[in-house]
């Protein structure tokens, strides 16, 4: 029985050796370095935002007295200008005699409406019709929307609290709509509102944009996104951000040895311009030059077998040497 015991704790030994070997060579192989140019191209420094397409003066327009929309004349998309007569509608006394001189026969309900005249609802403000929320032959009351119209579509950006100190009026915006994604549009920050509102704990500003060109596409309530530029530079002399480390403070990128099989060489360099993808190079290096990204390169592996120091389950049976030993 001891000789068994000897030589199962041999053979333990020597598998968790060679389990730890494989495990040893299956850890990623030495860092290799991935050569880039530097090259010359624009670069933008921006801030983030979603927001929403809206009206920047929302208006809805309202009949004056209770009664029955007779004839509408513009319809949603439609430009009016103020004191346009956009609907016709009779209170509900005109209404009543109408619908008896009706009974009567044409020529009594021409001169009834002749004498009793329609009542005109006017557009309050040059814009565009966002909404016809009423029917023709509708009874509506004072208080019922008959249209809704804009003076002109904005968009309104939610900014986070940790960046809105980047952001100032005259701002130039890119906007990118969720319905249009190949299509991008420009505008300028015009109003930064004073009160934020906590969204899942973050404090967010709205941000007011005017659009340079507003798009025949636009709608009301469109899921906008947009980048605030903060800075931008053409011709800027540009590496990858994975090629850019910050040692005790100092931006350094590696460059290849300037002799054969000898030791790549870390450069200080002055930064400018960054973004997710890029940093701008100030001095340092130059346009054409070398610089390596250290990369990790993986092996193909295996799935590790289990460790034989893993507890194997018990199969009740004893080990076919361990009875003779007892005998």
């Known amino acids: 029985m ?21 495990a040893k060579l299956s850890k990623p192989a030495r860092t290799e370095a991935l ?65 008896g001189a009706r009974a009567q026969g044409p020529e009594a309900l021409k001169k009834w409406e002749d004498t009793y005249k329609a009542t005109p609802i006017i557009a309050p403000l040059p814009g565009l019709i966002i909404l016809r929320n009423v029917v023709e032959g509708q ?11 804009s003076d002109v579509l904005i968009v309104v950006a939610q900014v986070d609290e940790s960046d809105i100190g980047k952001i100032h009026l005259g701002m130039p915006v890119r906007i990118t709509l969720d319905s249009y994604p190949d299509k991008h549009d420009m505008g300028k920050v015009f109003d930064i509102l004073y009160e934020g509102k906590n969204v899942s704990n973050v ?43 910050d040692k005790d403070g100092v931006k350094q990128v590696l460059t290849p040895s300037p002799e054969q099989g000898g030791k790549d060489v870390w450069v200080d360099v002055k930064t400018g311009i960054e ?22 390169k993986y092996t193909p592996q295996q799935a590790l077998a289990s460790s034989p120091l893993t507890a194997a389950p018990s199969s009740g049976k ?9 005998r």
């Open 139 to 149: 009874t509506v009351g004072s208080n019922d929307v008959v249209y809704a119209m």
């Open 203 to 245: 404090i967010q500003y709205g941000v007011k944009i005017k659009v340079d060109n507003v798009p025949s596409f636009f709608r009301s309530q469109m899921t906008a996104n947009m980048s605030f530029i903060v800075r931008k530079k053409d011709d800027a002399l540009l590496v990858p951000a994975a090629a850019v480390r």
């Open 318 to 326: 004893v080990p076919s040497g361990g009875g003779k030993g007892n």
């Open 35 to 99: 050569a880039v140019k530097v090259t010359q191209a624009s670069i933008e420094e921006t801030v983030e935002a979603t927001g929403a397409v809206l009206p920047k003066d929302r208006v809805e327009v309202k009949p004056t007295v209770s009664g029955r929309i007779e004839k509408l004349l513009v319809d949603e998309g439609s430009k009016v200008v103020p004191g346009q007569i956009i609907a016709w509608m009779s209170s509900t006394d005109r209404a009543a005699i109408l619908d």
């Open 2 to 22: 001891k000789n068994t015991v000897i030589i199962l704790t041999g053979l333990v030994v020597l598998g968790a050796g060679g389990w730890a070997v494989k």
């Open 275 to 296: 973004n997710d993808t890029s940093v701008e190079i100030v001095s340092g290096v130059s346009a054409g030059d070398t610089v390596l990204i250290r990369q990790a």
